[in-house]
């Protein structure tokens, strides 16, 4: 069993940044490959970013290439997500995931555990 918890959401003027936290506990986090994804009211759960335990491989959805960089520190089994240059449709809630799997996934079905999210809002 995986614990996450997110933290670091909250409200942005549209092109300013964020960052992101998920930490994680029980198991030996560094097991998993961690994944960003979040969620839009009205909208479906959609995939962000990714990780490989190891965090040498990293995915991104097009939407935030360039703008979003995922990362980890296993020696504090934290993920973090780096959110630059914030746009209006940014806004949603982020959650954290963990599967047991060396890489990321970009499927949410993919993923056996979940954090309870975080508030992302960015104003225009």
């Known amino acids: 069993q995986v614990e996450l918890v997110e933290s670091g959401g909250g409200l942005v003027q549209a092109g300013g940044s964020l960052r992101l936290s998920c930490a994680a506990s029980?198991?030996?986090?560094?097991?998993?490959?961690m994944g960003w994804f979040r969620q839009a009211p009205g909208k479906e759960r959609e995939f962000v970013a990714a990780i490989s335990k190891g965090g040498v491989v990293t995915y991104y959805a097009d939407s935030v290439k360039g703008r979003f960089t995922i990362s980890r520190d296993n020696a504090e089994n934290t993920v973090y997500l780096q959110m630059s240059s914030l746009k209006p449709e940014d806004t949603a809630v982020y959650y954290c995931?963990?599967?047991?799997?060396?890489?990321?996934?970009?499927?949410?079905?993919?993923?056996?555990?979940w954090g309870q999210g975080t508030q992302v809002t960015v104003s225009s």
């Open positions: 029980g198991r030996t986090s560094n097991r998993y490959g």
């Open positions: 995931a963990a599967r047991s799997g060396s890489n990321g996934a970009t499927s949410l079905v993919n993923y056996d555990y």
